[in-house]
């Protein structure tokens, strides 16, 4: 079937109701992109022409006082709709030194354009790259994914590669010093039995929420989790200063926290966590009693009350179970944290938990579906990396956000506290 194309140019000057009119008008009827692209493509060809005068005359009109000359045309790619189309690119050389000289519409078109966004975006929402050619072209529409243009699989695998690296490498090194951080959340994510990804998200007086860092490791020990802590400080979280931290209940967590923070930090063990760990030990006949016991407990404003009835908990189980009453009371100091603090209830439900983090990890699970294979930490890194970017597209403020001050002012009352601690016991 024979074709025609219409230039933008030949378009604007023809007379209205002219049959070449109507003909450009019906192929911008069945494909407003064949449309954009002629256009484009035509004021791309203009400006370079305009350049190709200004540095070597007109043409077949000797210059001397230009400083190139003409050097015939040559076949180059631009970004398009996701790939890559071939444009013809006049050329231009020095008299000086005999170099092409560089024209400023080429050069500035030609850093442009999304390509590697296009491939971001598409392989974050579980886009095959096999079949990324077709989800941004169609071959109806007149621009097809032919051979070269940039949507082979490869093509795009190198891309979201090459932008997701420049992005962790971006976001690892940027400054924290900035947030206002009240509270900081850690937990791990298994992508599979020998790696593991450890990440870190910040909570702050404003309510805003932040992914800090990520770090991998084989398992969630202390030294893995030091080197994310060791992270964060070297780009401004400040080590003396008193943030709430909420994590899954891992020892070596807690430990890596003291170490660094100082034994007196504020550690919130979740308690969403600790009741499941609870009830999987015991038969199905209890999970309802002992879930309402422990959330009485929680939703309590008296610390010492709530650690009674945990402890009376603890104490019914005794002969019928003690490995679970032992369960129950291991980590009591942590798991009423918040209750110490003298939140109010609502910002204690909002902030005794690692719900904030877990919902980031579904989205990184999300993200990572479609990877078989990991061919090695770095590449985890980068998929672990998107899925925390796009995970932040969806934070939202904390609900309790606006009882985020009494958190900060009971923080700084809890440091001074423990300072003037350390004074009596020293003296």
Known sequence: MKTTTTSASALATAPVGSSLVEDAYGALTKSFEQFCLMAGIESLTQMMNEDVARLAGDRYEHCPGKPGYRWGRTKSQVGFHGGKIEVDRPRVRSKATGKEMALPSWEEIAAGGYLDQWAMNLMVMNMATRKFGRAVRLPEAGVPADAGSGLSSSAVSRRFKALTQAKLDEWMASDLSELDLVAIQIDGLHLDDHLLMIGAVGIEASGQKHPLGVVEGATENAATVQALLDNLIERGVNPEGCYLFIVDGAKALSKA???TFGADIPIQRCQVHKARNITDRLAPKHHA???RALKQAWEMD???????????????????APDVSRSILEGLDEILTVVRLGLPLELRRSLASTNIIESMNSVIRQVCRNVKRWRDARMALRWTAAGMFEAKKGFR???AYKQLPILKQALIDHRQKDQIDQVKNAA
Do not use: Y
């Open 289 to 291: 009693a002992v879930r």
């Open 397 to 399: 403020r904390l609900k």
């Open 302 to 320: 008296d610390a010492e009350k709530a650690e009674r009835l945990i402890r009376n908990l603890a104490r019914r189980f005794e002969q019928e």
């Open 257 to 259: 926290l003291r170490r």
